[in-house]
């Protein structure tokens, strides 16, 4: 599901992000589909320079649109909603994001029919201000779909060294972080993939939904996948995991199971790309589980070679000191 979100979240975060040009102007969707498309090729192409590099390029860029939402924010909740704005500065809301969507919220008071492009629509101060906030969410978009290609090389490589995954070339693109990685193969069937969801649902409607089946079929595995490590590795005390296991699972499965009505309208297709995955590791970890034993079990012991002789030689064969060959000691040739 990891490599399902991978290419899922570019898709959703670039599209999401360009759709603001049909907010200001009156572009096709065609052309919202073929700008996304050219930014997503664009982000898996400098996947070889690695995420170090491409990091301090990235983080500038997350603090700027950070500082955009905020103020957008503040201003939606002053506006539209004063008594938000001090709900949230009472100590209930005091991130940015929290913030952002408190005051989307507020936005939404005045204008609830504009669901659709509250983020863009509800931006304040002019044409100025919207085109440069319309930048840096693009750019930021790209940030969200780095943390994906990134999390699916690290699941990529683990596979392959449980045995569960083809054999791929894995370049170590830093000289100080280990896990800094780039698999060339998954890089490129990501971005083929990505550009082909982009081309088939155009909209972040239907596309949205096959998102958040894969992020909350994500988030229990890995509260599932915490349980075990608590039991198995970590020896945490059986009740005090569980009693994790329980609280995180139950938020987690209240979303699971909330987006199961949307599977058929969109959500089939994480979980075609999951099930695709999980195909490719389990053959390929049956096919090497039977080799090996099909290798091991052709293996000559050593206690077999000895059988193939005689039990008991013959007095006749025993090797008699005329058999030697004398050799020399500084040549090493027979004499």
């Known amino acids: ?59 500038p860029i997350v603090l700027i649109y950070f500082l955009c939402n905020l103020i957008i924010a503040i201003t939606n909740m002053t506006r539209y909603n004063p008594r938000i704005f001090k709900l949230s500065f009472l100590g209930i809301a005091y991130p940015v994001l929290i913030l952002t969507y408190l005051g989307q919220a507020a936005w939404l008071t005045q204008f609830p029919d504009q669901v659709s492009s509250t983020f863009y629509a509800s931006i304040p101060y002019g044409d100025g201000f919207y085109w440069f906030v319309f930048v840096f969410a693009t750019a930021a978009a790209c940030v969200a779909s780095q943390a994906m290609i990134s999390a699916a090389f690290s699941i990529v490589k683990q596979s392959i060294t449980l045995g569960c995954f083809p054999q791929l070339t894995i370049h170590h693109v830093s000289k100080k972080v280990v896990g800094s990685i780039y698999i060339p193969e998954v890089n490129y069937v990501m971005m083929v993939l990505t550009v ?38 970590w020896e945490t005390n059986f009740f005090l995991a569980t009693a994790f296991f329980i609280g995180f699972g139950f938020i987690d499965m209240v979303f699971t199971t909330a987006n199961l009505n949307k599977v058929p309208r969109g959500g089939w297709f994480a979980l075609a790309i999951a099930g695709s995955v999980f195909l490719l590791s389990y053959l390929w970890w049956w096919g090497t589980s039977t080799k090996l034993k099909g290798v091991v079990a052709a293996q000559v012991k050593m206690q077999d070679l000895l059988t193939f002789g005689p039990k008991n030689p013959k007095k006749d064969d025993a090797i008699s000191p005329d058999d030697i060959i004398p050799v020399t000691l500084t040549g090493g040739k027979a004499i």
């Open 1 to 59: 599901m990891v490599l399902g979100d991978g290419v899922l979240t570019p898709a959703q975060s670039v599209l999401g992000a360009v759709y603001g040009l049909q907010v200001k102007t009156s572009v096709s969707q065609g052309v919202v589909v073929g700008i996304a498309c050219a930014i997503v090729v664009m982000i898996f192409m400098i996947q070889s320079f690695g995420t170090g590099r491409i990091g301090v390029l990235f983080a």
């Open 196 to 233: 082909v969801t982009i081309a088939i649902f155009k909209t972040t409607i239907q596309l949205g939904n096959a998102y958040g089946v894969a992020v909350s079929s994500m988030l229990f595995g890995t509260t599932l996948l915490i349980y075990l490590v608590m039991l198995m590795i």
